[in-house]
């Protein structure tokens, strides 16, 4: 018989009839319903939650694209303007059409390979928004410096013919022929430069005289050194030229000085030719060329002191003219100064050696070296006398 606890004894037979019913007082569905409803909740919870995260995985996904790209689009800035920047100091044909094309080429290589660095498409798409743009405005900045220096390279290889005209005609003084036709072709330069530089039509005719002038001028020097009455043929040929240019432009201190210089160095109208001089010097104050001719005008009026000391000026600027040296030493010997006139042409037949010779007038240089030998021997001669 087994143990009994007191007060746990059952006072009641166990019935036969099964469980008995459990009378609730909500619906029996009501668990399954509210779990059912947590869940469903919990399933838009979680949805929300996901396109949260998305989005924000998103932006930052697109902050970070930004980010590559703008630095990106720094760094191509940055060495593309480097680049642009030395095309642009470029000068004359330096910066051709073929010059420009490899500076094109050049552009889009830097942006390629820049663009080749991002990490996917969409920050290389955003790069290539503000790239594209940067790149277009320098490509037509440099197309402009080419454009620029394409009419600058003409230009110098057109002054260069003129020149070379000019000296052809120069060394030919009694050759009409090279004359004319060097004429001409002075006029057809100074026309393409004109149309280059974008001169109004007046200017080019008025830039047209001032050549031909000075090729004149040129020739009649060149003419006075074996055919005088040639020359003073020439000469009042070139003063009509000269003086035609000033009536349109009465402030050209190039012509001034010309004619000025002209008359002076013949002794002709000596007050005249030192008033055109004068106004070619206070309008370039500064040029050697013009201070020369003014201390010779004042040499041949007799002026010595203002003739050194104009002469002295010239030197200090254009000290290797050997014109200049040569004007020295005549105003030295003229004022009986021999030792300084002998070292100012022999200074003038150093720098005569230091020049092209194609590009030295031999007779002046024969002419200078008789003045100094002359010179010498007198100097040695006192010097023997005083011993």
Known sequence: MAPQVPGLV????????????????????AFGGAVGHALSGLGHDIEGASDKIWAQAMNMQSLQNETEAKSADADYMMKAGMLHANFNAKEGANASPKALQAHIQELQD??????????????????????LSFMGRTIFNAAGHAAQQGKVA???????????????????????????????????EIDSQGKNAGWLPEQTEETKKRKV???????????????AIGAQKKYEQAEEMFRKVLVGD?????????????????GMRLDEALNMIKKAVDLDPANGAYLDSLGW????????????DTLMKASQRIGTDPTVQDHLGDLYQKTGRLKLAAAHWERALLE????????????????????????????????????
Do not use: C, H
Not at 16 to 21: F, L, S, Y
Not at 213 to 227: G, H, P, V
């Open 250 to 266: 009465p402030q050209n201190a190039n012509v001034l000085n010309y004619l000025g210089y002209m008359l002076a160095d013949r």
């Open 352 to 387: 005569w050696n230091k020049t092209v010779a194609a590009e030295v007038d031999q007779n002046d240089v024969a002419r200078v070296q008789k003045k100094l030998e002359s010179a010498k021997m007198k100097l040695a001669r006192e010097d023997s006398q005083n011993k």
């Open 110 to 131: 830097l942006r390629v390979k820049t663009r080749g660095g991002l990490s996917n498409p969409m920050a290389q798409k955003m790069f290539d928004g503000s790239s």
């Open 10 to 29: 059952p006072d009641q037979t166990p019935s036969m009839g099964g469980i008995p019913d459990i009378a609730l007082g909500v619906p029996v569905d």
């Open 154 to 188: 003409a230009n110098n290889a057109s002054t260069a013919r003129v020149q070379a005209t000019q000296e052809a005609i120069e060394a030919s003084p009694t050759d009409d022929v090279t004359f004319q036709r060097g004429k001409r072709a002075i006029e057809s």
């Open 213 to 227: 002038s000075e090729t004149i001028a040129k020739q009649t020097a060149s003419l006075a050194r074996t055919d």
């Open 297 to 308: 005008a004042y040499y041949k009026l007799g002026k010595y002191d203002l003739a050194e």
